[in-house]
């Protein structure tokens, strides 16, 4: 079992900053992919920003230039740095991490999902 847990949302006025933390535990082999994913209400879930394991990111073009995405291997977690933000960056941020579980036998592949952090942005 993997866990993902968030932190970090929060209210904040158009223009701040906030950062998110996400960090997986359990029987953790190795992680490839860490990825953001927020979903606005009435809106689809969408890919905010990602990171492989090789060191590869990857942002949506919404958020180029303002957000950053980091990661931290030997503690399992990975960052959101988010500046500038607008009112539409306003949703609930989703961390998804993907790699592999360690136990007995083969390592087994994992895909597993926080329960979310909101993200409010008004004035």
């Known amino acids: 079992q993997v866990q993902v847990v968030e932190s970090g949302g929060g209210l904040v006025q158009p223009g701040g900053s906030l950062t998110l933390s996400c960090t997986a535990s359990?029987?953790?082999?190795?992680?490839?992919?860490m990825r953001w994913y927020r979903q606005a209400p009435g809106k689809q879930r969408e890919l905010v920003a990602s990171?492989?394991?090789?060191?590869?990111?990857d942002y949506a073009d919404s958020v180029k230039g303002r957000f950053t995405i980091s990661r931290v291997n030997a503690l399992n977690t990975v960052y959101l740095q988010m500046n500038n933000l607008k009112p539409e960056d306003a949703a609930v941020y989703y961390c998804?991490?993907?790699?592999?579980?360690?136990?007995?036998?083969?390592?087994?592949?994992?895909?597993?999902w926080g329960q979310g952090t909101q993200v409010t942005v008004a004035s």
């Open positions: 359990g029987s953790i082999f190795s992680i490839n992919g």
């Open positions: 990171t492989n394991a090789g060191g590869g990111i």
């Open positions: 998804n991490c993907l790699g592999y579980s360690s136990g007995s036998g083969i390592p087994k592949m994992f895909d597993s």
